[in-house]
């Protein structure tokens, strides 16, 4: 299959590039007619339009469909999961880390399962949102390999402007979708993304290959586990069922936190006070369990106020019992019995996994900013550190202009400073930033 960007023969790959961006902006700009986009590949112009009928924006982050637990469940019971040691030996053999490319596995719908490769590369790609439990699908982030490779069920090579986001535009990327090796049915895709190198006919090559090859071990392991069942007369282990509840607690930018539960395919929705939403961020956060004086300390400021602690739990508990019956918290110490998420410790995720436009994406504020109590105000500094932090060692000056104009970064000299430190001299952005810098030192 051909690699060459568009369908002009005669122009240079950096023509070819200019002429995919034109019509790029042609199609987006509502002219879907115009001639420039003769010069795009049939594959990628049905792409292009696919993306927009599905109303894509072309500089959107994709969404975050997994966090971690969820992600760590799922991959558990996937049957790719058996396979990721032939994908790493096949795509990523010796140095991983310096390999210059990253390589995903992700499932049927196109949500990212596992991405390893390139430390570098990898950095830079999850400031796009390229990271484990992000959707790639076609109606989610517009013309990709993996969500194309999924739509039209076989490999396809997407060049930097042939995608239809342009924040994925500076990579390119080859993915296959891996079939189960009986119904033929799509059990999911891999992609190896990266520069120009991650685009030759060889890498096509070697990712149908393994495509193939992960096929071939999932009948071989199969038709292991039916001879071996056959012989010792036992029936087949059925699968262990993922626990379908999810909650997560929704703190950032919010005084009135709002939950959403998530149980046998019904979705709850529901406004909790302040008191309540401390009590239940601060059992979120501390899953091991608190005592009831910790507990009054934490949310009231002093370890005496167990009668008012007791009356706010009682409350608490019959909120809870309508709304979310599993999240009801025992006593002795006071804790969840299942897992409660919370946006901010999603965001906290994010900036582990090096996302970090995808998590100044979900910084909405700080958590539960109006709030006194002494447990959600350190919690609060530690996600704003974190934040902070993270922006000032890694991230892009795209990434930290934009938390510049947030309320947390607009008043930070530091982040202003290094934001100018890491523009181009002729930047037109470097007089705003200079004249806040010295209104800020004045």
């Known amino acids: 299959m051909t690699s060459s960007w568009s369908q002009r023969r005669d122009v240079s790959p950096e023509n070819a590039r200019l002429l995919i961006e034109r019509a790029h902006d042609e199609l987006l700009a509502g002219n879907a007619a115009d001639e420039r986009l003769g010069d795009v590949r049939a594959l990628v112009r049905d792409s292009w339009r696919r993306s927009l009928a ?27 999961a058996v396979a990721i040691d032939m994908v790493r030996g096949l795509l990523l053999p010796g140095g991983a880390d310096e390999s210059g490319v990253v390589v995903a596995v992700g499932d049927a719908s196109g949500r990212l399962l596992w991405v390893e490769g390139d430390r570098t590369v990898r ?6 949102g390229f990271i484990e439990g992000t959707n790639w699908s076609e109606t989610a982030v517009g013309t990709s390999a993996p969500g194309t490779a999924l739509t039209l069920d076989h490999s396809v090579q997407i ?16 993915a296959a979708p891996v079939h189960d090796p009986e119904t033929r049915r799509v059990l999911g895709v891999i992609d190896v993304t990266g520069g120009v190198e991650a685009v030759t006919p060889q890498a096509q090559l070697l990712v149908d290959a393994t495509a193939r090859a992960i096929e071939g071990e999932l009948l071989v ?7 071996q069942a056959a012989s010792s007369g036992l029936p087949r282990r059925p699968q262990r069922r993922v626990e379908a509840t999810h909650a997560t607690l929704r703190v950032l930018g919010r005084n009135k936190a709002v939950l959403e539960v998530i149980g046998d395919g019904i979705e709850t929705v529901s406004e909790l006070g302040p008191r309540h939403a ?35 739990m009682v409350r608490l508990r019959k909120v809870l019992e309508r709304t979310a019956p599993a999240l009801v918290p025992q006593s002795r110490p006071y804790r969840l019995g299942v897992q409660l998420d919370t946006d901010a410790h999603q965001l906290l995720s994010l900036l582990g996994r090096g996302a970090h436009r995808v998590a100044l994406a979900a910084y909405r504020g700080d958590v ?9 105000e350190e919690f609060r500094d530690t996600v704003r550190t ?19 104009d947030t309320d947390a970064g607009a008043d930070d000299v530091e982040v202003l400073r290094l934001c100018l430190s890491m523009l181009p001299a002729r930047s037109p952005r470097r007089a705003g930033l200079v004249a806040r810098i010295e209104k800020l030192e004045a």
Not at 221 to 227: F, G, P, Q, S, Y
Not at 389 to 401: K, N, R, T
């Open 159 to 174: 060049h930097g402007a042939e995608h239809f986001n342009r924040l994925v535009q500076p990579w390119s990327c080859t």
């Open 278 to 312: 401390e009590l239940l961020l601060m059992l979120a956060v501390h899953r091991q369990g608190l005592s009831a004086e910790r507990l009054g300390e934490l949310v009231y400021g002093e370890p005496d106020a167990s009668v008012t602690l007791r009356a706010e």
């Open 54 to 80: 599905s109303l894509v924006g072309a500089d959107a982050l994709p969404p975050l469909d997994l966090d971690l637990e969820a992600l760590a469940a799922y991959r558990r019971e996937h049957p790719l």
């Open 123 to 128: 950095t830079l790609t999850g400031d796009v």
């Open 221 to 227: 392991a199969r038709l292991r586990e039916r001879a």
């Open 386 to 404: 974190a934040l902070r932090e993270a922006l000032l060692a890694e991230a892009s000056v795209d990434v930290l202009l934009a938390y510049a």
């Open 368 to 376: 539960l900013p109006d709030s006194v109590a002494p447990g959600v």
